[in-house]
C-alpha cells in the first residue's frame, strides 16, 4: 500500500531564505511522486514531478525536489523564497490500487513566509 | 487555455436541501474525479469516472452520488447536506486510469457552506 507522510504541519520562514519541505513516502511498487501547491481558495497546481530519470526534478516558480530512493523521500526546495510563496504544499505518490491509480495525498504543509 | 472550470466558487446550501456542484474539462480527458478537502487536511477522493464507468471509494457516503452525462461535464450531488458535508469539493480530470505517470489536473474547487 501506498502513503505519504509531511512530517511538518507548518513550516514559518523569512523572506529571501531558502526552505526545505520535507515528504517520505511508502511504496512497494513504481514511485510516481508529485507536489501541489494550493493557495487560499483555490484547487490544487502542479508544482513538479518524478516518473523517472534524473533525481532532481525541477518546477515551476523556482522550485526543485530530489527523489532519493534509499530513504524513500522526495523533499521540496527553493533557495530564496518570495511573500507570494505563502501556500500550502501537499505531496502525492501514484499508486495503482485495483484497476485505477490512485493519488495518495499527504496531510499538507503551509509555507508562512514572513517579510 | 484548456483547464478544469467549477462552478460556482462559493456556494451556501440549508441543512437538508440538495445541492449539485458542477465540473467541466477542456482537456479532453477521460478520468474525472471529485474530492472532499476539510479545513488543513488532505483532499479525500469520493469517487472518479473513466469514461461513463463509475467508481465509488468504499468510504463515501450514499448521500453522496455523481452524473457524467458525456466527456466534458461531470457533476456532484449531495442529496441531503448535514453540517459535516461543509467543505472545499474540488475536480480533477486525468488522461488515462492506467497510467501512473498521469498528472491529476485540478480546477479552483467549490467552498460549500451549509447553514
Known amino acids: 500500500a501506498q502513503s505519504v507522510t509531511q512530517l511538518d504541519s507548518q513550516v514559518p520562514v523569512f523572506e529571501e531564505a531558502p526552505v526545505e519541505l520535507r515528504c517520505n513516502y511508502s511504496?512497494?511498487?513504481?514511485?510516481?511522486l508529485f507536489w501541489y501547491v494550493q493557495y487560499p481558495n483555490q484547487g490544487l497546481q502542479l508544482l513538479l514531478k518524478?516518473?523517472?530519470?534524473?533525481?532532481l526534478v525541477k518546477g515551476i516558480n523556482g522550485f526543485e525536489a530530489e527523489f532519493n530512493k534509499s530513504q524513500t523521500s522526495f523533499h521540496l526546495r527553493k533557495p530564496s523564497v518570495h511573500i507570494s510563496d505563502t501556500a500550502e504544499y501537499f505531496c502525492?505518490?501514484?499508486?495503482?490500487?485495483?484497476?485505477?491509480?490512485?493519488?495518495?495525498f499527504g496531510s499538507g504543509t503551509k509555507l508562512n513566509v514572513k517579510p | 487555455d484548456a483547464m478544469v472550470i467549477q462552478n460556482p466558487r462559493y456556494q451556501v446550501t440549508q441543512f437538508g436541501k440538495p445541492v449539485t456542484l458542477s465540473c467541466s474539462q477542456t482537456?479532453?480527458?477521460?478520468?474525472m474525479y471529485w474530492y472532499q478537502q476539510k479545513s488543513s487536511q488532505a483532499p479525500k477522493l469520493l469517487f472518479h469516472?473513466?469514461?461513463?464507468?463509475?467508481?465509488n471509494e468504499a468510504d463515501t457516503p450514499d448521500n453522496f452520488q455523481s452524473r457524467r452525462p458525456n466527456t466534458s461535464f461531470c457533476f456532484l450531488d449531495i442529496r441531503s447536506p448535514g453540517l459535516g458535508d461543509a467543505a472545499m469539493y474540488l475536480c480533477?480530470?486525468?488522461?488515462?486510469?492506467?497510467?501512473?505517470?498521469?498528472?491529476?489536473?485540478f480546477g479552483p474547487g467549490t467552498r460549500l457552506t451549509v447553514l
Open positions: 502525492a505518490v501514484s499508486g495503482r490500487r485495483g484497476n485505477f491509480n490512485k493519488f495518495y
Open positions: 511504496s512497494s511498487v513504481s514511485v510516481y
Open positions: 482537456l479532453n480527458h477521460n478520468v
Open positions: 480533477a480530470t486525468s488522461r488515462a486510469r492506467l497510467a501512473g505517470k498521469d498528472t491529476q489536473y
Open positions: 518524478y516518473l523517472s530519470g534524473s533525481t
Open positions: 469516472y473513466y469514461d461513463k464507468d463509475f467508481n
